[in-house]
């Protein structure tokens, strides 16, 4: 059932990014910086997939950076820059809401504390991670995507999107994985080589489909 969950997974992140596209840079945007929060906030949950165990959140990671591949695909340069600067405002703000959260006495009739606990607690480890390899994987994201687009300028958007992908993912697994998950799962080697071959099958099927949606135009 975990793989079919999986492949639910990445549909509806894939229709929800070019539904945001559809709606404008703003959404885009938006949809952008939520993947990041949500990716790092379901990144302890460890599953059994293909006899592996792994997250389940890479699929937000690689929705992520194609809303930023989509950002200056059809926005430019200067507005994916931007959006980088949200995404990685509203992670750290998030790193420290979550912590201060934590902070508050819970009453005597409280039955939550336990449960934001185990979830918060290594949260801000987490995220402040993911903010430095955020910022370095989605600058690099941006800067090959530019040259690939220079390199194949005729090359249609999927093909383009896909390498840049592969590439500036396979950076963050291993940056993310040694700096986030260290020492917080049972083996950081199978969240290496699973989590990119997951990441790559995600990039993998996102190609296809992406084709089918890339005609749709935003609206202005």
């Not at 912590?99 to 987490?126: K, V």
């Not at 300028?153 to 999927?158: C, E, G, I, L, V």
């Not at 260290?182 to 099958?201: A, D, E, P």
């Amino acid at each position: 059932m975990n793989e079919l969950y999986f492949l639910s997974q990445i549909l509806i992140i894939l229709l929800f990014s070019f539904g945001a596209l559809r709606l404008g840079k703003e959404a885009l945007i938006t949809s952008m910086s939520l993947l990041a929060i949500l990716a790092n906030f379901f990144v302890l949950k460890q599953i059994s997939f293909f006899g592996f165990e792994v997250t389940c959140s890479d699929a937000y990671t690689v929705g992520s950076v194609l809303s930023l591949n989509l950002l200056r695909e059809y926005y430019g340069k200067d507005s994916a820059k931007k959006a980088i600067s949200i995404c990685f405002f509203f992670m750290a703000f998030f790193v420290i809401m979550s912590h201060l959260h934590l902070r508050f006495i819970p009453s005597i009739h409280d039955t939550t504390q336990f449960a934001y606990s185990r979830l918060l607690t290594p949260a801000p480890r987490i995220l402040i991670a993911s903010l430095l390899t955020f910022y370095l994987v989605q600058q690099f994201d941006l800067r090959a995507f530019g040259l690939i687009s220079r390199i194949l300028p005729k090359s249609p958007f999927p093909i383009r999107s896909t390498i840049s992908l592969t590439l500036s993912q396979f950076i963050d697994t291993i940056l993310f994985s040694f700096m986030g998950l260290y020492g917080m799962v049972n083996s950081i080697s199978h969240i290496i080589f699973v989590s990119f071959l997951i990441k790559v099958c995600v990039i993998i099927t996102l190609g296809p489909l992406t084709t089918l949606f890339y005609r749709l135009k935003p609206r202005v």
